[in-house]
């Protein structure tokens, strides 16, 4: 006679309380329904370029395709050695102090190697400084990992550049790093010499290990340049973070990177702690590992989409320009990265939620964007939009959005 026990709930684990990634949240989960019962969607809400005919060079492809044979098997947990020459390699071109082959760790992707590094860096209650807006894994993975993302403002009157002093108010006993995300995501903003220096010293002051996700560092409009913040010092811990997704457009291939470089003896214990996460997983998928040294000792094919005249800086222009045309709305030119984070007159429209603004623009103009409170902005008075879809794709959303903000009122 067995007993038969109750049923009880099924709930997630009370680490995810704190977890929120709404970029492929209830707005998503609409456009789908949507999608479902047979309408079709304008999606400007991921930076995917594969989809929007943005294809990867030939020789990418076929450098994975050759290689099937040796990636039958498990390789190393930090990644293979001939990849991860060739990440020193172009480490070293752009300037980072004190690293070596041996300070770099492939991923599935950068998204896996954010969640080990906060795993392995956070005590419950640790904080770490993260921009406001940001890419809200960051946030998510500190808060997994039991941390706290205490969110700096960066400030649109000033080409979004992070605010110094709103930095240093946020910095407490339990700070453990600071996260600089160059080129931007969201806003687009590259960020100048100054800045960064003004952010290592600030670093310096308090102690603070340095996260930067450079994942854009090459997709740069208007003569920006991009400078690792690597490269600026060698007395602080920074951990950088690339990979193929963007610049080299194999998002779905899950290949990034992370190096440790600087002041690398105090890090000693976390640097085997980030070891033995990546010893846990036992390596990353080896495929796309092959891939990396045929994308990074190469010309990088990129440059040629974000000259002028070339296709994304043209849907840079072409977004920029008629988002700002539409009466209600700013935004700030982006001078890297893929997307424009723009401004919403909130009064003229009344907005308290701005979910419910991209949920009811999605059910009335079938049009996806994402709503900047997702990238833990502080109000409803942002939006982000993804400009990689060709002029034409452009103008019929900025069609859609004109028309939809015409008469709405919350
Ligand atoms: N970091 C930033 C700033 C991103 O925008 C993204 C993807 O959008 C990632 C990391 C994740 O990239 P991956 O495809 O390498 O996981």
Redesign the pocket.
């Known amino acids: 006679n067995r007993m038969i026990q109750p049923k009880k709930n099924i709930d997630k684990s009370r680490k995810l309380r704190h977890v929120c990634y709404d970029i492929r949240g209830p707005v998503l989960e609409k456009a789908n329904t949507l999608i479902a019962a047979g309408h079709d969607i304008l999606k400007l809400n991921?930076?995917n370029p594969a989809p929007f005919g943005l294809y990867a060079e030939t020789r990418l492809k076929q450098a994975l395709i050759d290689q099937l044979d040796a990636a039958q098997g498990y390789g190393e947990s930090k990644g293979l050695f001939a990849a991860r020459q060739a990440i020193h390699a172009h480490n070293m071109n752009h300037g980072f102090k004190n690293t070596s082959v041996d300070d770099i760790i492939i991923g599935n992707?950068?998204?896996?190697l954010?969640v080990m590094a906060m795993q392995a860096l956070l005590d419950d209650g640790d904080e770490m400084l993260i921009p406001m807006p940001d890419?809200p894994?960051w946030t998510a993975a500190t808060h997994l990992a039991g941390g706290l993302a205490r969110h700096y403002l960066c400030d649109e009157h000033n080409d979004w550049r992070p605010n110094l002093a709103d930095i240093e108010s946020k910095i407490s006993k339990k700070t453990k790093g600071i996260l600089v995300?160059n080129p931007n995501?969201p806003t687009g903003s590259v960020y100048d010499k100054d800045t960064l220096v003004a952010i290592t010293e600030l670093a310096r002051k308090h102690n603070l290990i340095i996260f930067a996700?450079e994942?854009?560092d090459k997709i740069l409009y208007d003569g920006a340049t991009h400078l690792s913040i690597a490269s600026l010092q060698d007395d602080l811990t920074v951990i950088t973070?690339n990979?193929?997704?963007?610049s080299y457009r194999l998002?779905g291939f899950?290949?990034?990177w992370l190096t440790i470089s600087g002041d690398k003896a105090r890090a000693t214990d976390y640097i085997v702690g980030l070891n033995m996460l990546a010893s846990m997983r036992l390596c990353a998928n080896m495929q796309a590992q092959f891939v990396i040294a045929e994308a990074l000792n190469h010309d990088h094919s990129i440059y040629q989409l974000t000259a002028p005249g070339n296709r994304l800086h043209e849907q840079r222009n072409v977004a920029y320009e008629r988002l700002n045309q539409i009466p209600g709305i700013t935004c700030t030119k982006p001078r890297g990265a893929i997307y424009l984070f723009a401004q919403l007159d909130t009064q003229r429209f009344n907005i308290q939620n701005d979910e419910q603004l991209m949920l009811d623009l999605v059910t009335q103009q079938k049009l996806l964007l994402v709503q900047g409170t997702a990238f833990n902005w502080h109000l409803p008075d942002h939006f982000r939009l993804v400009f990689l879809p060709s002029v034409p794709v452009l103008h019929d959303a900025m069609d859609r959005l004109t028309d939809f903000l015409k008469d709405y009122r919350q």
């Open positions: 991921i930076g992707g950068v998204s896996e954010i890419y894994l995300i995501n996700d994942i854009y973070f990979g193929l997704s963007k998002a899950r290949a990034g």
